[in-house]
């Protein structure tokens, strides 16, 4: 935690500058201004200099710009290794981790820690635009994009203008794009870039999803969170994390985001602190005992702060009771699936916490879609049912399996596979996970990246075959995927179900290292059309 901003400035750079608030709005910013983001730093070379943009990848570097050399587990190479590359692009200035040889000319600044710097470096160069928003933070394995969606929708709803960062989107209102980066928290630069551009556009929120790499590697460091939204923590990225503690902490951080940081700009329209969680997940009492500011939990279970009482469904749809220490009220959302009760108490949590009345935040709530991708079917006359959906861990996995068991008379086909260079350890349990809900499934691709397809592949059957299913009878193994979704959707029958998991919003897959054009839902309708015809 930074404790006090002492100048970073020589008696030679004592020259008076416009706060670099200010500084944003005609587009200038000096080094100078800037380090005063800064603890601690040893700094050498000219710093009276003007700063265009803060990077990290040597590759984008313009003239003007300053290099920021990342050296973190959670990027592949050392960013030390390319300070030359950004001087040859026209680099004004390098921050460091350990002193490097510069020209004379070149300022360069040496600080202990190069991802924290980045992150308030960046919010600086843009005029910290966190602080002239409220800032809800949303975190979790799964549901956190649906969670976003439904916080941001239900507050444009009540006549306030979110940004929205997320899996899918980014922006706000009608200059929001979809997010074809494929990273749900960018990289530090680009989020003070968007905030910065959202409040260009009037935004007086900013509902972003926070993954636990973009924790860990401390993206959001210096963005003051207001509330802090946690869906569920369960098996995900344990190849990044190492342990499910470590995994745990990593979420953890998004409540120290909540406390000011010392000496950075204070809100002048402060929202009221809070931390909303999830009641019914095993994590719960942990993150609750690390929370400096008021909890409040939701769930089904009794004791929950926002309880569900009674949820009813009618086909995928579904109706719930809802006691809040604000009233009580019937909710009968937009969003189908029973995993949607969580997802949709969390964003109405949300609402409580800022203060709306619970009518207003029932009637917000309740109108809004759920993003792309999420149980979305897919229709092309034929007489059995196709769904697309992103579940691409155990858990989600499950989820979504159990909501269409009781809907499917006849048998629920999956279309699915695991990242390849992500966490190995979920394969065989999402393999158990297919074996024990399916009637037979087909293992594919879904991000083989540049690891061998056919191990993957292997690695989720092992897991399938420990749970009884046998390959051949109960699974097939296809790589392609386009080829895995023709085999399902062949197979089926009236009265199927066929589930195509894990890419769900997706416009790509990547495989060998290249990213493809791939859109799991124009491919069903494509290949339905083929089939009736």
């Known amino acids: 935690m930074l404790m006090s901003r002492p100048s970073l400035l020589t008696a030679s750079m004592n020259t008076t500058l416009p706060h670099p608030r200010q500084q944003q709005k005609n587009g200038t910013a000096t080094l100078a201004s800037l380090l005063e983001a800064l603890t601690a730093a040893e700094v050498t070379g000219p710093t009276n200099i003007a700063v265009a943009k803060v990077r990290f990848d040597s590759r984008q570097v313009q003239p003007g710009d300053l290099f920021v050399a990342i050296s973190h587990p959670g990027y592949h190479q050392d960013g030390h290794s390319f300070v030359v590359d950004a001087l040859d692009r026209g680099a004004v200035g390098v921050v460091v ?46 549901g956190k994009t649906t969670t976003t969606t439904l916080i941001a929708g239900a507050l444009q709803a009540l006549g306030h203008t979110p940004a929205h960062i997320s899996t899918v989107s980014l ?15 960018p990289e530090a630069p680009e989020i003070q870039r968007l905030l910065a551009r959202a409040t260009d556009h009037g935004a007086d929120y900013a509902v972003i999803e926070a993954t636990s790499h973009g924790l860990a590697q401390d993206r959001l460091y210096g963005t003051e969170v207001d509330v802090a939204v946690y869906t569920n923590i369960t098996h995900e990225h344990l190849d990044y994390h190492g342990s499910i503690e470590e995994y745990v902490a990593a979420k953890a951080r998004l409540l120290a985001l909540q406390a000011p940081t010392p000496g950075l700009p204070a809100k002048p329209h402060p929202v009221a602190k809070a931390a909303v969680l999830n009641g019914d997940d095993a994590h719960c009492a942990h993150l609750r005992s690390l929370a400096q500011v008021p909890v409040m939990t939701y769930g089904i279970h009794q004791g929950a702060d926002v309880q569900a009482t009674s949820v009813a469904y009618d086909g995928l749809h579904l109706t719930m009771q809802v006691r809040t220490p604000w009233g009580s009220a019937q909710l009968r959302p937009q969003v189908v699936g029973p995993f949607n009760v969580a997802n949709v108490l969390a964003a109405l949590t949300t609402m409580g916490v800022l203060k709306w009345p619970l009518e207003a935040a029932v009637k917000a709530v309740r109108q809004q879609d759920g993003p792309p991708g999420r149980m979305e079917p897919i229709e092309a006359g034929q007489p059995f049912t196709v769904i697309v959906d992103y579940a691409h861990t155990p858990a989600s996995l499950d989820a979504v399996l159990q909501a269409l068991r009781p809907l499917t008379p006849g048998r629920l086909i999956v279309v699915f596979g695991s990242a390849g260079e992500r966490d190995r350890a979920k394969r065989p349990m999402m393999g158990r996970v297919a074996a024990a809900r399916a009637d037979f499934f087909v293992l594919t691709d879904e991000d083989p990246r540049a690891e061998d397809r056919g191990r993957i592949l292997a690695d989720i059957a092992a897991g399938a075959d420990d749970a009884g299913a046998h390959q051949g009878t109960h699974f097939l193994c296809c790589p392609d995927r386009r080829s895995a979704i023709r085999l399902a959707i062949e197979r089926a029958e009236p009265g199927d179900t066929v589930l195509l998991a894990g890419k769900g919003h997706e416009q790509s897959i990547i495989t060998g290292g290249h990213s493809e054009p791939w859109d799991d839902r124009a491919v069903a309708r494509e290949l339905l059309s083929d089939h009736a015809a």
Do not use: C, F, H, M
């Open 171 to 185: 922006g706000t209102g009608a200059a929001a794009s979809s997010n074809k980066s494929r990273q749900s928290t």
């Open 97 to 142: 981790g350990r002193p490097v040889a510069v020209p004379a000319n070149v300022a360069r600044v040496v600080v202990s820690d190069p991802p924290r710097a980045l992150a308030l470096l960046s919010a600086a160069r843009e005029g910290w635009p966190a602080s002239r928003l409220g800032i809800i933070g949303v975190t979790g394995t799964d």
